[in-house]
């Protein structure tokens, strides 16, 4: 069955730092999604991306936060300057349809920000 | 951010029974809903989903019903089995929300052998 790769699993960075976190959505897809969870709190949208532009993002997904598809296979998310409550769970997620009959989410990565 | 609840952070349930999962929303503009379930150390993986317009959808042993009027859905997992022992999510988007879905707290719930 096709999967959402995120790379890496668990990334440990200092504040101030960049991180990119990876994702490979399912070839087909056509929609790409970023959501995060932070400890203990809600799986909460970050930025929608189709047709090679976000077609939305929530108050959250702020100046430190870009994405881009820079080969049309990967998908990533870069924090320009992590806080340390940039801490969570960063899962990734496709799908075929805006609709969602179903995003795919990804295994996630596990930021931690010391 | 209220607009979806999941009011009971666990449920524990005998192999074979029924298993009852609710959660409430606020925003009448929802038009779909579904159920995603997690497992440690992976992402929600999408079970059902119910349109606005329906008020029941099933799949399998996994039913959902939704009551717009109370702005209330069930999912339903007959019979229970071990392996449904997870993290269930209740999420709802609309087209005025754009292709964002809003999550509720998640429920734990454990099926005993």
């Known amino acids: 069955e096709p999967e959402v790769t995120q790379t890496p699993s668990h990334q440990v960075t200092q504040m101030g730092q960049e991180v990119i976190l990876r994702c490979v959505p399912i070839s087909n897809h056509l929609y790409f999604y970023w959501y995060r969870q932070i400890l203990g709190q809600k799986v909460e949208f970050l930025v929608s991306?189709?047709?090679?532009?976000?077609?939305?993002k929530s108050e959250i997904f702020d100046d430190q936060f870009s994405v881009e598809r820079p080969d049309g296979s990967n998908f990533t998310l870069k924090i320009r300057s992590t806080k340390l409550e940039d801490s969570a769970m960063y899962f990734c997620?496709?799908?075929?349809?805006?609709?969602?009959?179903?995003?795919?989410f990804g295994s996630g990565t596990r930021l931690t920000v010391v | 951010d209220q607009q979806v609840k999941q009011n009971s952070p666990s449920l524990s349930v005998q192999e074979g029974r029924i298993s009852i999962l609710n959660c409430d929303y606020t925003?009448?503009?929802?038009?779909?809903f579904l159920w995603y379930k997690k497992y440690p150390a992976e992402g929600p993986t999408f079970l059902i989903s119910?349109?606005?317009?329906?008020d029941k959808n099933e799949d399998g042993r996994f039913t959902v019903f939704l009551n717009k009027s109370a702005k209330h859905l069930s999912l339903h997992i007959v019979p229970s089995q071990p392996g449904d022992s997870a993290v269930y999510f209740c999420a709802a988007g609309g087209e005025t929300s754009g292709s964002r879905l809003t999550f509720g707290e998640g429920t734990q719930l454990t099926v005993n052998p």
């Open positions: 925003n009448s503009m929802f038009d779909y």
């Open positions: 119910i349109s606005s317009i329906k």
């Open positions: 997620a496709s799908s075929y349809r805006a609709i969602s009959y179903g995003y795919t």
């Open positions: 991306f189709y047709n090679n532009e976000i077609s939305e």
